[in-house]
């Protein structure tokens, strides 16, 4: 029987599978191909430098011993990395490369063993120059399900939460999105589970990052033209929480390379986990093709807490900080901050801070004064639909009229200073705000705002428009 390279590669195979975990196996070596035999040197295709230099760092070892027992001392191993872009077969991490060289492959010669100089392995979350092969997980370990306590207003979020943590990958809750308004503890969740993850399954990668860090990364890697490290890095994580996935609205770049990493994670039944401020039917400016995947699992709400939840809220971070508080100004605190978990635990932290400063006793007036500046200077959350309805409302017009194609002057100039507020109090994009106000696109935004701020200046009626609105807006 003539021994060829794909012969040598299966029995080199079957021993690392007999010496290494399942996962790792299934990661690392099954997306190999082994292309040729000449004499002693196996040359093996993998799917981008990233995986090569894993391979490097890991798994030098084993390969060197599989290789020496089938071709004897002078084994050599040759590497080639594929540089064409195959999303749709099994080497989904590597870049198109041009037709006109849609056949060239860059490889690399490595003996085994290898020298010293040990490759650098491209992990977007490593300080350049600072050598760490480790992925960390991001994860804040004072952030768990003990103290994330349950009530009607999360039950269904943190018990999807748990059944994820218990067997991520393995329930139809993927991926899980959570989602809800400011400072209802959407973070507070996704760390917890990947905390009890790491916890049960110490051997997963799990990783939480921020939509916005994501997109900075993937900005850096296009940058640097490491793109293909940057989807492999992504995707050989087992366990994946996106924090504000929101955020991606309007970033059609980032959101193109989240859908192959998405994609290729939950074929491989990994686990994806997302927050986001809103439920993914009124998320605007995100694919569909996106929109649709954010679907496929669970979108569970999280809303704003009951009073008796409120009440264990507080009782719970006493009792975490060592602090002893009359019942009566638990329940005063909890009746009268109703909107957040956030400015809740907030109120409390004041409440104590000025009770140790000015050497004051805890007393139910005390609380009073600290809860009515505390909810006076809280600013509320203002939606881009709040705004065209207070906007709307004031020249006694309704929302579709706002949003229509009609040029009339006084219509246009609602819409501009229903685009002027949109920018001035929320963090949405200029393209998002046109999409949800009369699907315009940005430089109609651009230009309102422009328009509104020079007639503000020229014009005292229209003037007098801007502060009337303010101040409902401030309200």
């Not at 103290?147 to 039950?155: A, I, K, V």
């Not at 050497?359 to 505390?374: G, M, N, P």
């Not at 507020?421 to 705002?449: M, N, P, Y």
């Not at 020229?458 to 428009?465: A, I, L």
Request: hydrophobic fraction near 40%; glycine fraction near 4%.
């Amino acid at each position: 029987m003539s021994v060829t390279a794909q012969s040598v590669w299966n029995n080199c195979l079957e021993f690392i599978k007999d010496n290494i975990q399942p996962q790792a196996y299934k990661t690392w070596f099954e997306p190999i191909v082994a292309v040729k035999l000449t004499d002693t040197a196996l040359s093996i295709q993998v799917p981008s430098k990233f995986f090569y230099e894993w391979l490097e760092e890991h798994y030098v070892k084993i390969l060197k011993v599989a290789l020496t027992k089938e071709l004897g001392e002078t084994a050599k191993l040759v590497y080639i990395i594929k540089m064409e872009n195959t999303y749709g077969n099994k080497q989904p991490f590597t870049e198109k490369i041009p037709s006109s060289n849609r056949s060239a492959v860059k490889s690399q010669d490595v003996d085994i063993p290898l020298n010293n100089k040990n490759p650098e392995l491209r992990n977007p979350f490593v300080i350049p120059g600072i050598r760490n092969v480790k992925i960390e997980s991001q994860l804040n370990p004072n952030y768990s399900f003990e103290n994330f306590l349950e009530g009607d207003s999360n039950r269904l979020a943190r018990s999807a939460g748990l059944a994820v943590a218990a067997k991520p990958g393995g329930t139809s809750f993927n991926p899980l999105l959570i989602f809800g308004g400011v400072g209802l503890g959407k973070t507070h969740l996704a760390h917890a589970i990947g905390v009890d993850i790491k916890d049960k399954y110490p051997e997963k990668t799990v990783l939480y990052i921020s939509a916005e860090k994501f997109t900075q990364q993937y900005i850096d890697a296009i940058k640097k033209n490491n793109r293909n490290d940057f989807i492999h890095f992504y995707q050989i994580i087992d366990v994946l929480i996106i924090d504000d996935v929101q955020f991606l609205s309007g970033k059609t770049g980032t959101q193109d390379v989240f859908f192959h990493i998405f994609n290729h994670l939950h074929q491989n039944g990994k686990q994806v986990v997302l927050t986001s401020d809103k439920a993914p039917v009124d998320m605007q400016d995100i694919e569909q093709r996106l929109l649709s995947r954010f679907k496929w699992g669970l979108s569970a709400e999280l809303q704003s807490p009951d009073f008796e939840t409120r009440v264990s809220i507080l009782r719970n971070k006493l009792y975490r900080d060592g602090v002893e508080m009359p019942e009566d100004i638990i329940e005063y605190v909890a009746k009268n901050i109703k909107t957040n978990v956030r400015e809740l635990e907030g109120a409390i932290i004041s409440l104590i801070a000025q009770s140790s400063f000015n050497k004051k006793e805890i007393t139910l007036d005390l609380a009073r004064v600290i809860v009515e500046k505390f909810v006076k200077n809280t600013k509320r959350e203002v939606s881009i639909d709040y705004i065209q309805k207070v906007v709307s409302d004031y020249f006694q017009m309704d929302v579709d009229t706002l949003q229509s194609k009609t040029r009339k002057r006084h219509i246009v100039q609602a819409r501009q200073l229903a685009m002027f507020f949109a920018k001035k109090f929320t963090k949405a994009s200029l393209a998002s705000i046109g999409s949800q106000i009369g699907k315009r696109d940005h430089a109609t935004v651009l230009h309102a705002c422009k328009t509104v701020d020079n007639l503000s200046s020229t014009d005292k009626q229209f003037r007098k428009y801007v502060d009337d609105i303010t101040k409902k807006l401030s309200v």
